[in-house]
């Protein structure tokens, strides 16, 4: 394995948002940025906006000679890439991957090949449109980049992935998968789907009376805006963490319920304790 | 009445960040504008920035001479300041008011004495910070203004109203004041009712494991924003709108259940259909 970031081929598998991003911040960091696609289109746009040094249909060819693979792949692709990928890997090639969940990705990093290095990943950045073209170089900048390593990953592979996430100006949180998944699950899985309940509530009420479209405003565009986020993407990140996400909704419906029932009593200093807390609770926890 | 907006002495009863945006917009497009505030300082302030032509602390001096007067208070405010206003009133004023529910207002202003002309009113802006120094006389171009006329509202009250609308820039729509309020439980109460339960619910996980305060990235950040709304004027809106505001988190309650059971079946393609129709509806509904 390479000790350093400059000398490495670094690979990244998917070249959407997150995979575009990388290949961008990460070139000139390393020897070569190679990029696999799966459309000729999305391979030939990276190398006309000069993301990646060499990029390719084919995955045998574009992980040839790479020091690093990166999938940055939707989180069920990146299982099946997992389990496809161990024999074409190069002799202590690290291979990490971008997805939003972790414990099911490294349970299947487990079962890879021994000359092969693996590493969970999750860098907390994202924008509102998925895709190459919005791929912008600076994406990672001062965003957590949580890092999951396996029992069998190296000391020698984990520095090297400190270099890769300091290279893209991420900040390193390292956390267990299943704790990195159950806290996900509130703080980012959860908002999702009260963005997407909330959409369908409104959607009711516009049925039976459609001015209701006239009166959201940027209160609703907010709270509603990841609801806006890629179907497969989120399909994913729920069915692999299925069982914290279930615990989260429950949690937030007990919440719910308290402020429904508070509500109910029409005890206007008892509402407005409760909403004065949690507005501090906010400023508290988002600094 | 004054059959012409500019020339008409406004006043506003209220200098935060809707009085305030209003008394800026107005200057110069009516014969004088007046501000009235609580606080002396905020009286300064208001002269400081040029944002009205005359102010005072006094409710009364405030709106002698008026041709029509805008509350721009929080709700329960606005009340108890129609109870008291109606004799301070010249004959023929135009009363509107700028509060987030209407139909205790509307209620309210029906009971004034018979020389007021009153117009329930709900201009569909905000921002995020709150106060005179967040004026802006921009903050109501091309935002939905709702007008809720009583069965007494002349028309030549109506049409003076129609022109103040117009002149900063806004959207009229005539609403009842019941069916206003039922809209605006989905599209504004509820949505900040979950940020509030949602920045509960990370609460809870953090009390568990501080560690979530570091994923909190910017899904969470929007999802949430709404609970850093003034609470007063939070307060307000959900006591005197609490019915509607039960019947728009039943509704919800009753659309998470929904996913909720749909997500622990684990089907794959009725969650992926599931999300996908919610993404086409808000696209739809925020075109």
């Known amino acids: 394995m390479v000790g350093q970031l400059q000398d490495?081929?670094?690979?990244?598998?998917?070249?959407?948002?997150?995979?575009?991003?990388?290949?961008?911040?990460?070139?000139?960091?390393?020897?070569?940025?190679?990029?696999?696609?799966?459309?000729?289109?999305?391979?030939?746009?990276?190398?006309?906006?000069?993301?990646?040094?060499?990029?390719?249909?084919?995955?045998?060819?574009?992980?040839?000679?790479?020091?690093?693979?990166?999938?940055?792949?939707?989180?069920?692709?990146?299982?099946?890439q997992i389990a496809q990928i161990g024999l074409l890997l190069p002799d202590g090639c690290l291979l990490m991957d971008l997805g939003s969940t972790k414990?099911?990705?490294?349970?299947?990093?487990?079962?890879?090949?021994?000359?092969?290095?693996?590493?969970?990943?999750?860098?907390?950045?994202?924008?509102?449109r998925s895709g190459l073209e919005s791929a912008d170089p600076a994406l990672y900048r001062d965003c957590t980049f949580v890092l999951c390593p396996l029992p069998?990953?190296?000391?020698?592979?984990?520095?090297?992935?400190?270099?890769?996430?300091?290279?893209?100006?991420?900040?390193?949180?390292?956390?267990?998968?299943?704790?990195?998944?159950?806290?996900?699950?509130?703080?980012?899985?959860?908002?999702?789907?009260?963005a997407c309940a909330l959409v369908a509530t409104a959607g009711a009420a516009a049925s039976a009376d459609p001015a209701v479209c006239r009166l959201l405003a940027s209160g609703f565009r907010d709270t509603s805006r990841l609801a806006d986020s890629d179907a497969t993407m989120m399909l994913d990140i729920l069915l692999t963490n299925r069982l914290e996400v279930l615990k989260a909704v429950d949690s937030f419906r007990s919440l719910i319920d308290a402020m429904r029932r508070?509500?109910?009593?029409?005890?206007?200093?008892?509402?407005?304790?409760?909403?004065?807390?949690?507005?501090?609770?906010?400023?508290?926890m988002l600094p």
């Open 103 to 128: 414990a099911e990705i490294v349970d299947a990093m487990a079962r890879l090949p021994g000359h092969v290095q693996p590493l969970g990943g999750h860098p907390m950045c994202g924008k509102e």
């Open 8 to 80: 490495a081929q670094v690979t990244v598998v998917g070249l959407g948002l997150m995979g575009g991003s990388l290949a961008a911040a990460l070139r000139g960091q390393c020897r070569a940025v190679t990029g696999v696609a799966r459309r000729a289109a999305t391979v030939d746009a990276a190398l006309a906006r000069g993301l990646v040094d060499r990029a390719t249909t084919d995955l045998a060819d574009g992980v040839s000679g790479a020091d690093v693979v990166v999938l940055a792949t939707p989180v069920r692709t990146i299982l099946s």
């Open 262 to 284: 508070l509500l109910e009593t029409a005890d206007g200093e008892a509402v407005r304790a409760a909403l004065s807390a949690i507005r501090t609770e906010r400023v508290r």
């Open 152 to 194: 069998r990953t190296s000391e020698a592979a984990l520095a090297l992935a400190n270099q890769l996430v300091a290279a893209i100006g991420a900040h390193l949180l390292l956390l267990e998968p299943q704790r990195h998944d159950s806290l996900m699950a509130t703080a980012s899985h959860l908002p999702y789907l009260l």
